[in-house]
């Protein structure tokens, strides 16, 4: 039994909620009115919603740090405007805006009649080489079995983020090795969120929409096995 990786789950039905006619949010962090002792940021993770807006409706957001905003659409595409560029994003794409402290953005849901949904995670950008920029990738989740790289900026970026997607068939298991990169004085630790589907993670069983924070990870290896057919896990490794 691993009694040495530190963890803690945030579970889908425990998370803060912000809800308005077009909007509603789920926070696996501390956001807006929400606040809980328990929920604070994971090293410079700050933020991790689950999104969903109406049709033809926006949200705006301001960051008030500089901070790096990853938006990954997950039922829909989306429209976004921003003092660095707009563009259209869909499924199998991340969307990178790195915002100076006061900067803002708009998401916009460009249907009819649908619903969109999307993941926004911020991280803080407390680095020297800071500059605002806007990035994008893709990934494609036909190419089944295999944590496939995310993050706009490459490896691991300034602020410690390496970034993660799978999509695993039933009962195939994989093994994340941590990269331990970041400054000397830090560890590193790793954010898994369910997208959809079962699966588990470092002996932890995680359904749908929950999160694990893991620390001081038994022989830096993350452990994980898909519970269900075309489940799909978001790896986030930072330094704590």
């Not at 919603?49 to 500089?66: F, P």
């Not at 790195?98 to 009819?112: D, F, H, I, K, Q």
């Not at 410690?160 to 990269?179: K, M, N, P, Q, W």
Request: net charge negative.
């Amino acid at each position: 039994m691993d009694t040495q990786t530190q963890a803690q789950i945030y579970l889908s039905d425990q998370r803060g909620c912000s809800q308005l006619d077009s909007f509603r949010s789920f926070h696996s962090f501390n956001f807006g009115s929400y606040f809980d002792e328990s929920r604070k940021p994971f090293g410079p993770l700050q933020l991790v919603n689950d999104d969903t807006l109406k049709a033809g409706h926006s949200i705006k957001m301001t960051v008030e740090t500089d901070t790096e905003v990853f938006i990954l659409p997950i039922a829909g595409g989306l429209e976004y405007r921003s003092a660095l560029g707009d563009g259209f994003l869909e499924a199998g794409q991340v969307q990178l805006f790195s915002l100076a402290a006061g900067m803002t953005y708009e998401v916009v849901n460009p249907y009819e009649t649908e619903f969109i949904n999307f993941l926004h995670i911020w991280l803080s950008a407390d680095y020297t080489s800071f500059t605002p920029a806007l990035k994008q990738t893709s990934f494609d989740l036909t190419n089944k079995n295999k944590l496939l790289p995310i993050n706009p900026l490459g490896g691991t970026s300034a602020s410690g983020l390496a970034a993660f997607i799978g999509r695993y068939d039933g009962r195939h298991e994989a093994i994340y090795s941590v990269t331990n990169s970041g400054e000397p004085a830090k560890v590193n630790g790793v954010f898994v969120f369910v997208i959809s589907g079962v699966f588990e993670v470092q002996n932890r069983l995680l359904h749908e929409r929950d999160g694990l924070a893991l620390t001081d990870i038994k022989n830096e290896e993350v452990e994980f096995e898909a519970l269900s057919n075309d489940a799909i896990l978001l790896l986030l490794e930072v330094s704590v």
